[in-house]
């Protein structure tokens, strides 16, 4: 590299993302590498969602936005074998132990399963976050969201967009975003 001669405030602000971003690319890395694990989760909570209090708020839901007549009818019992996936257990321990590993799983099981004629990423998106506000997580203790709206447009989408045999690492990435590092 010839030509450019970094000022100061140049490395200054160059250490400074670097630090405030070390996080989310350390993330990266470990996606691109594939060696992403889940870590850092909150154990089980004592709040089980329950397939009567997902259709109430999914209903509450579309008062409160609106949509259309199709939103939130079900299309088949998939959204009730997503709800019951997230508490699976496997010689008496849960396939997915932490809250957050839950949450990601009921986002990424409403999205893919395409349960609802209308409706599937939005109402993914509200569960998935609604969860997490009823385990007590969702909210860092100064009140601030553990996950900004952009992010959860983005990680939803990007749940839509992946393949399936992407799973496990998608949750992962979503895991990452939302565990007690953040």
Do not use: C
């Not at 089980?48 to 939103?71: N, V």
């Not at 399936?164 to 895991?175: A, I, L, Y």
């Amino acid at each position: 590299m010839t030509g450019f001669q970094p000022t100061k405030d140049d490395i200054t602000s160059l250490q400074q993302v670097v630090t405030d971003y070390a996080y989310a690319l350390d993330v990266l890395d470990q996606y691109d590498h594939q060696v992403l694990e889940i870590r850092d989760t909150t154990p089980d909570g004592l709040y089980k969602i329950t397939y009567e209090e997902a259709m109430w708020a999914i209903q509450g839901l579309r008062d409160k936005f609106g949509g259309s007549a199709l939103f939130g009818n079900e299309k088949d019992e998939s959204f009730q074998g997503s709800l019951a996936a997230i508490y699976q257990t496997f010689d008496g321990n849960f396939v997915y132990p932490g809250i957050e590993e839950k949450a990601a799983n009921l986002l990424y099981f409403v999205v893919k399963n395409h349960s609802f004629s209308d409706g599937n990423k939005r109402i993914a998106a509200f569960l998935f976050v609604w969860f997490l506000q009823k385990n007590n997580i969702l909210y860092h203790t100064d009140g601030s969201k553990r996950i900004a709206d952009n992010a959860l447009v983005a990680i939803t989408l990007m749940i839509a967009e992946s393949k399936p045999e992407e799973k496990e690492m998608m949750v992962k990435v979503v895991v990452s975003l939302v565990n007690l590092k953040n």
